[in-house]
């Protein structure tokens, strides 16, 4: 079965430091996976994905994210973080068996201080 | 665009009481979609419809039913509410049940408080 880890409830940074808000991933066969963002009283908006190639895939807002087959970790990155990046963010898989299912990590929360 | 359309956006039920949660979309989007949002539990699938005319279940789908009635609406029933069906619940779409790199589209929640 797929599965997606995000092993921190909460992540904290300064204004204009780098962010990374970390995911590890299972999954039978090439894995397609997704970075999504939730702000409050809103549904969730998405990022960027991995399909396969580039080991960097650059998203929305200046976000990136880096894969890393060996260590099966598909972590957020971004260079210098901004107040308005404090939201909630989803790793998530694409279930690649023949279904058509989406499975979400648990969330992790970014608090970006000014 | 309105993308994904959600309503209501907020409903208090009472134990044992009925309601539809409506969705539609206006992007021509094949496959959609029913999650619940729990605190510390991320998002679980409770039924999808990869084309119009078909429904399947998802991770919890006990409690629920679903119709897809046209391409553009997916609605989710909960004939007898019960305080543990409490939550957030989003309805998204896709583009192509078979393109498995394509995203979902949310809309933007309806919460729901059982009492």
Known sequence: AQSVAQPEDQVNVAEGNPLTVKCTYSVSGNPYLFWYVQYPNRGLQFLLKYITGDNLVKGSYGFEAEFNKSQTSFHLKKPSALVSDSALYFCAVRENTGGFKTIFGAGTRLFVKA | NAGVTQTPKFQVLKTGQSMTLQCAQDMNHNSM????????????????????????????????????????????????????????????????????NSPLHFGNGTRLTVT
């Not at chain 2, 679980?44 to 990869?50: D, E, G, Q, V, W």
């Not at chain 2, 909960?78 to 069906?85: D, H, I, Y």
């Open chain 2, 33 to 100: 979609y029913w999650y619940r949002q729990d605190p510390g539990m991320g998002l679980r699938l409770i039924y999808y419809s990869a084309s119009e005319g078909t429904t399947d279940k998802g991770e919890v789908p006990n409690g629920y039913n679903v119709s897809r009635l046209n391409k553009r609406e997916f609605s989710l029933r909960l004939e007898s509410a019960a305080p543990s069906q409490t939550s957030v619940y989003f309805c998204a779409s896709s583009i192509d049940p078979g393109s498995y």
